[in-house]
């Protein structure tokens, strides 16, 4: 009884009145936001961690990005807008990365596939994004003025941009040339850059490992599975939980900008 007593009490409702959910075939906007509203709700315990309830897949994306953005908004929204190499255009010179984006077509090579993903996944980024939006929209004068309307390709080109920047960074180009001299090749580059390459702390680079545990080896008999990523604490870990009833029940963490959970665990 204490236990129900007190989950009652840690769980406090907020209410999505209102969103900017993307319609259906024929379907006015409104409408569609209407429709994706009534479907989700988003309840935050006593640590501020938010429990997402949705009736669709769908509904939970907007739920997630609506809930994110409570808590990152500025930084979603940072990593957004450098994923279409356009930070520089929204916060001024100095912004280097935008090179790199538009040197791999990051956001036209998503433009052009998008429509190759599942539809499934295309709603959920697209109902991510709108979910940003949303909260955006509700909270504009709070927000700078520069943050623009997003859409799911934006979420997608978010994903390869961080792809694109770990395949060639210094440390994995310095690797790949040692492992493969003869066909990688050094790559011209100034003495500045190699001093530069040469100051990065091993010690601090980016990785994971796990451990996978057979139920014969652990006390309870059940299997257990332990994720141990390896990121700054300034990655902006966001912790939740997704529950779309008969579908997905997830409790877990993602960085802020991606629309899953990519670790935690199920009922």
Request: hydrophobic share 40%.
């Amino acid at each position: 009884m204490k236990r129900f007593a007190f989950a009652a009490v840690l769980l406090t409702a907020l209410s999505l009145n209102s969103n900017l959910s993307r319609a259906l075939p024929g379907e006015p906007a409104e409408a569609g936001a209407e429709r994706l509203a009534a479907q989700v709700t988003i309840r935050r315990d006593t640590y501020g961690v938010p429990h997402i309830l949705a009736k669709s897949e769908e509904a939970a994306a907007f739920g997630f990005g609506y809930a994110q953005a409570e808590d990152h908004c500025l930084a979603i929204a940072r990593h957004l807008v450098a994923a279409r190499g356009e930070t520089a255009k929204y916060l001024g010179q100095g912004q280097e990365g935008d090179f790199l984006m538009k040197r791999f077509d990051n956001l036209e090579v998503c433009k052009k596939n998008f429509g190759q993903l599942d539809p499934l996944l295309q709603r959920i980024y697209n109902a991510y994004a709108e979910g940003v939006n949303r909260y955006v929209s509700k909270h504009r004068n709070e927000l700078p003025e520069w943050i623009p309307a997003f859409e799911g390709v934006d979420v997608l080109a978010n994903g390869r941009a961080g792809a694109v920047s770990s395949a060639i960074n210094p440390t994995t180009m310095r690797a790949l040339r040692a492992k493969y001299p003869g066909v990688a090749g050094p790559t011209p580059q100034s003495d500045s850059e190699e001093a530069s390459e040469s100051l990065i702390p091993e010690t601090e680079l980016p990785g994971s490992n796990a451990f996978g545990l057979s139920g014969s080896r652990t006390a309870s008999g059940k299997p257990i599975l332990l994720g141990n990523p390896h990121l700054n604490w300034s990655s902006l870990y966001w912790e939740a939980q997704v529950t779309v009833p008969g579908k997905i029940n997830f409790f877990g963490s993602t960085l802020a900008g991606i629309p899953v959970l990519r670790a935690g665990f199920n009922e």
